[in-house]
Antibody, heavy 131, light 107 residues
């Protein structure tokens, strides 16, 4: 069974760079395609999708963070990473890594539906931005 | 970007009740809608994918419905462990987005 574990500093100073790593353990089903995703949640608030990276390094970012965030993957280490530049107090949150699975169904011959969902999550790591 | 709106934002109910949470997307997303349950201090847990596909291990009292722009999560015969916060999430197009959450509280 796949498990994810976030790691990184719990405290970052304003204007500095936040770096988090997610380590993947266990085997994913090779019949599926996966993306590796980051989601964050400020205390007492809702979930915000940060972005995702494929195993080949293709990335998608939330436009609200695109200018400050970089996602990368290291398949040799079974890890993927988030780097967030120029952090402010607004970046204080619990950061989750998650596996996004692509599922393909065929409702009728020749037709295909694609569905995506985050089915495995890390426990989350709290990051505080403060001097 | 697609905006997701959940209602209500909070809901009080008793054990044994049936409740329904609504989720609306700002544009049509077919069935690309997932539901998650989150308990305090824990990561979200996927309950339903593709609008109504119940995930393995999720009790059958949970049910999803809808397509297009309007979706529902229904929980029948509420159990004590169901009191949590529920989020919908669209996976039709990036950037993915979540509803603001519905906190289900014990009356």
């Amino acid at each position: 069974q796949v498990q994810l574990q976030e790691s990184g500093p719990g405290l970052v100073k304003p204007s500095q760079t936040l770096s988090l790593t997610c380590t993947v353990s266990g085997d994913s089903d090779s019949d599926f395609k996966y993306y590796w995703t980051w989601i964050r949640q400020p205390a007492g608030k809702g979930l915000e999708w940060v972005g995702r990276v494929s195993r080949t390094g293709i990335t998608d970012y939330n436009p609200s963070l695109r200018s400050r965030v970089t996602l990368s993957v290291d398949t040799s280490k079974s890890q993927f990473s988030l780097t967030l530049f120029s952090v402010t107090a607004a970046d204080t949150a619990v950061y989750y890594c998650a596996r996004e699975t692509e599922e393909i169904t065929s409702p009728s011959w020749g037709l295909y539906d694609y569905f995506y969902y985050m089915d495995v999550w890390g426990k989350g790591t709290t990051v505080t931005v403060s001097s | 970007d697609i905006q997701m709106t959940q209602s209500p934002s909070s809901l009080s109910a008793s054990v044994g009740d049936t409740v329904t949470i609504s989720c609306r997307s700002s544009q049509t997303i077919s069935r690309s809608l997932n539901w998650y349950q989150q308990k305090p201090g824990k990561a979200p847990n996927l309950l339903i994918s593709a609008a109504y596909s119940l995930r393995s291990g999720v009790p059958s009292r949970f049910g999803g419905g809808g397509s297009g722009t309007d979706f529902t999560l229904t929980i029948r015969s509420l159990q004590p462990e169901d009191f949590a916060t529920y989020y919908c999430q669209q996976s039709d197009s990036v950037p993915y987005s979540f509803g603001q959450g519905t906190k289900l509280e014990l009356k």
